[in-house]
């Protein structure tokens, strides 16, 4: 049974991600930060494995890949928000937010892919954003951070395939998890009139996806960037 890791997956997409893989027939570890109870909650639902590690910890980073002895996908799903003006963002959270979401999926991969390598087989999908395409105000670091990561896939990609290693990324628009807990309702129902099949996205629309770049049928499909954003207007 082939193994895939899925960072950030006690909830949201993670969570999402780890059911849809473990149906396909993966085995899933669920890498968590804080939510220890629902990580091993779902690592028993799904009968895998929570691994509690800070992606933004290069050495923990190392850690977690020598208990997994090794995977053969990696979902790099971990990631923060910052809502704001630049002006009003302090250093420590401009630090800690590309140490996370820019700096975890560096650490992951380069965690990952010795052993895809050796395997000379494996597949990494990075979750970017609609906002790393376009851009948006008042969520510039975050706009920045998932741009970077477009970048990433991009160059990893060149870098891994001729170990035939796929490496993608994909580009949610408006989602409903906790991500967005910090709108109004009104904020929210202006991303519906903005999305033009008129709702919100779920975590499972965006784990049916990252299931299908995982798969044999993506077999041909790398350093792209797939939206998933019911054409949203930015």
């Known amino acids: 049974m082939k193994t895939a890791l899925i960072t950030g997956s006690s909830r949201g997409i993670g969570a999402a991600t780890a059911r849809a893989l473990a149906m396909d027939g993966w085995r899933v570890i669920i890498n968590y930060l804080n939510s220890r109870e629902k990580a091993e909650a779902l690592a028993a639902e799904l009968g895998g494995e929570a691994i509690r590690c800070d992606v933004a910890d290069a050495a923990a980073v190392r850690a977690m890949f020598e ?46 892919a010795p052993y895809m390598v050796r395997q000379k087989a494996g597949a990494i999908v990075c979750v ?42 994909v580009a949610p628009g408006s989602i409903d998890t906790d991500m967005l807990s910090c709108f109004t309702a009104e904020e929210k129902a202006g991303m519906v009139e903005n999305t033009y099949l008129g709702r919100l996205g779920r975590p499972e629309d965006i784990a049916g996806t990252i299931s299908f770049l995982l798969s044999d049928r993506a077999g041909f499909i790398t350093g792209q960037v797939l939206g998933v954003d019911g054409a949203m207007v930015i």
């Open 128 to 169: 970017s954003s609609i906002l790393g395409v376009y851009g948006g105000s008042c969520e510039t670091a975050y706009s920045a951070s998932k741009a970077g990561l477009i970048g990433f896939v991009k160059a990893l990609a060149k870098e891994l395939g001729p170990s035939g290693i796929r490496v993608n990324a």
């Open 67 to 112: 208990r997994t002895g090794g995977v053969d996908a990696l979902v790099s799903n971990a990631g923060i928000a910052w809502s704001g003006l630049l002006t009003d963002m302090g250093d420590a959270e401009l630090d800690r937010l590309m140490r996370v979401n820019l700096g975890g999926a560096f650490n992951c991969c380069r965690a990952a």
